[in-house]
Every structure is written in C-alpha cells, then in structure tokens.
C-alpha cells in the first residue's frame, strides 16, 4: 500500500501503553451517531453568534461589536445559546465529516444501513450547495462570521468547507463508484481556481485565499487542503491535469514548515495570534498524505514524517490530552481530540499509542453517555456542552477512521 511508503518510523517517542477497545469504540460511535442524527443532524456551532437575533440587532452593526458577540459567546463558560434565540442549524463542514466516518464503519462492518445514512446525507449536502461567480458550486457556513481579517455573511462560499465536502465526495465515490459523486467535486473546481484571490502566484509555488472576498491573510492549510482535493480527483477522473496546481498548492504550504518541522497558522506567521496550534496542524498533515497517496509523489515524504513527531512530540500530552498550541496546554479542545485520532491512526505501527491514549481520554474525559462529546476542557472547569460538528462530527470521523484501522489489524 502507498500509505506504508509516506512514513518512516518515527523511534524514541513513548506515548505510553494506556489504551481503549474496539467494542466500547463501536459502542460510542453508534451512540453518537444516534443522538446526532436525533438532533436532525442540526446543531449550535463555535462561531455562530451573530445566528442569534438579539446579538445581531445590538451588535452586527460593525466590525468591533461583531467581534465582541463572536468572541463573548465562543468563551463563555456555558452555552448561551438558546437564550439569545439562536437556531440549530446544518453544517455542511459537519455533514462531510459524518459521511467520512459513515464510510470508515461501512468499511469496517459491512453494515449497509452506514451507506443509506452516507446517501442521506449527501443529498443534504446537494440542497446546500451555492452557485458561485465563476458558474462553480461551493459551501459555507450558515451564519455570518466575523473573524480579525473579514467578515463572512451567512453562506459565503468557504475554501476549507468546500475542500471537506469534496475530500467526503471523492471517499464516497471509491467507495459506491457513482460518477455523479465526482460531478458534483468537479463542479466545485472553478470555484478554487477561478472565484478565490491567488495571494501568491508563481511557477512553483501557488496560495489561494479562504474566501472569494478582499483578503491578504494566506492562511497554510486552506492550499493544501485544496491541492488534496484536485490530486484526489485527478486521479479518480482521470483527470490529469489538476497534478501541476496540486503540486504548486502543496510545495507552497511544505517551503512554509519551519527548521524544526512545524508550521505557523499564517504565513507571515504575525498575521495571526495563532502559532502551532492543535487542529491545523492535522489538517495539514493529512492533506499532505492524501496528496502524497493520490499522486505517487513522494519528493515530501520526510517533512511529513518531521511534522508528524513534531504534531505528535509538542502538541499533546502523554495522557492523550491534546494541547492548545505547542506553547500552551489549555484549553484542551475535543476537535484537537479527534483530529490527532484521524492523524494518527493511520499510523498504528509507529503512532498506535498515541492514538489509542488520546481517544482513551476522550471516552474517559469528554463523552456523556447520551451520545455526545462536551466542547473543551479548561485548567478549572469543563464545557460540558456540545456543538454538533465541532464536537460529534469530529469525533465520529477521528473514532470511526480509528475502529477502521484497529479491525483492519485484527483480519
């Protein structure tokens, strides 16, 4: 398998030998796919405060108050939510990672009742598809964001979205062989290449923007996850010609990791108070193996190995427990939870530990048994609310990815 030759064993990191079962996996899996899809698959989300009619009346008039609702209700110590009137709502991020770990229990069990959930809700995905200037598709967020560099009205087509809901298009395709499943990823084509800024574009070297509005900020991981994409489908098109962009989009984002194996949030890396941090960091280690796996090119196989013991070394604890940032322990957020689960359980020859220790933690630490995962954890107290994409759907994807692996081990 081309998975094997990505990495090399990383030797001398103990991770400990603390470790969970498939069984109580598979259990919590069918319990949170439960309550989820209870909750019609609609759910409150991190940045979501500006849904609320309250805040958006008092607040959504300017940038710095914007700011001040995003900020006030993302830290609060519990959910404020349905107090301030905010909707559940869809979100097609969270539906994509649904259907990826939909996939992976499909693949592990054979149960046929995982593709009718995939089919349903992929047709979501359908209805929620927008049209963008180019005459491409695309998806976003079904609120209005405000972050320090740009404000999002609710539905702005989203680069990092749209690439999650291709990466889940393109997994169902190998796995039901519907050409339709690849029209709709090439519909979203023109999209990356046509509606996003090129915010570098040179022969070798290519960085788009998040969104198709006035943008300096390059954000790393939006190009490599959008190189993982077209490589993915060239190869499952037969398309290929896309290799050379995915190419550009990957080489950008690997020149950007640092001598000791690590990459910034932005480059340049003061655009943003975010460093190393947790989630990111997976994301774009994942996209570099996809894009790796898809293409046969190999040329980068050691920066990924340097970045996955720098993921592994510097941004999670020997409990599993996974750090903020490399340079700060809380909070411990579930996303970077079941995002270092999906990394490294690819990896169970030489990271196998670390990926059990880390959903260990998470079973142990930040499931309630009614099917759901809490937010964060803090140095005094616990988030004990949910938020579907940012908590389960995450979670579904890093355990399912997970029992996949594990039972593939056991045959």
Excluded at 58 to 75: F, H, K, M, N, P
Excluded at 250 to 267: C, G, I, L
Aim: with cysteine; charged share 20%.
């Amino acid at each position: 398998m081309r998975t094997s030759r990505v990495i090399e064993s990383v030797a001398g990191v103990d991770h400990g030998h603390d470790s969970v079962d498939l069984k109580r996996i598979n259990a919590v899996l069918d319990a949170v796919l439960g309550y989820s899809e209870a909750q019609g698959w609609r759910g409150f989300d991190k940045h979501d405060a500006l849904n609320s009619p309250i805040l958006s009346a008092l607040l959504g008039w300017s940038r710095i108050t914007r700011i001040i609702a995003v900020q006030s209700v993302l830290r609060f110590p519990v959910n404020p939510r349905r107090l301030l009137l905010s909707p559940r709502t869809f979100n097609p991020k969270g539906l994509a990672l649904f259907v990826s770990g939909l996939l992976d229990r499909e693949a592990a069990d054979g149960n046929p009742a995982h593709l009718v959930r995939v089919r349903h809700l992929i047709g979501r995905l359908d209805e929620m598809a927008v049209k963008t200037a180019s005459g491409g598709v695309a998806w976003g967020y079904q609120y209005p964001w405000q972050d320090l560099g740009f404000f999002a009205p609710r539905g702005t087509p989203n680069a990092v979205v749209t690439a999650f809901v291709c990466g889940a298009l393109l997994a169902a395709h190998r796995r039901l062989q519907d050409p339709a499943l690849l029209s709709r990823v090439e519909a979203a084509i023109p999209f990356f290449t046509h509606d996003l800024q090129r915010l570098k574009d040179e022969p070798d070297e290519l960085c788009l923007s998040y969104m198709p509005l006035p943008m300096t900020m390059r954000v790393l991981d939006v190009s490599i996850l959008i190189a993982a994409v077209l490589a993915q489908f060239a190869q499952q098109a037969n398309q290929p010609q896309w290799i050379k962009t995915a190419q550009r989009l990957a080489r950008y984002v690997v020149n950007r990791q640092t001598d000791y194996h690590a990459w910034f949030y932005t480059d340049p890396p003061g655009d943003s108070p975010i460093r190393h941090d947790n989630y990111h960091t997976g994301f774009i280690l994942d996209a570099l193996a996809r894009y790796m796996q898809a293409t046969g090119d190999f040329q980068w196989q050691t920066q990924y190995a340097n970045g996955l013991a720098f993921y592994a070394e510097q941004l999670f604890e020997r409990n599993g427990a996974p750090r903020w940032m490399s340079d700060r322990q809380y909070p411990y957020d579930i996303h970077g939870a079941a995002q270092g689960i999906l990394t490294f359980s690819r990896h169970l020859d030489t990271y196998g530990d670390l990926a059990r220790n880390i959903a260990r933690w998470s079973l142990d630490e930040m499931y309630n048994a009614q099917g759901r995962f809490y937010y964060q954890k803090t140095r005094l107290y616990t988030k004990k609310f949910t938020q579907l994409r940012w908590c389960n759907a995450w979670m579904v994807r890093g355990l399912a990815a997970l029992a996949h692996r594990m039972s593939s081990e056991t045959h």
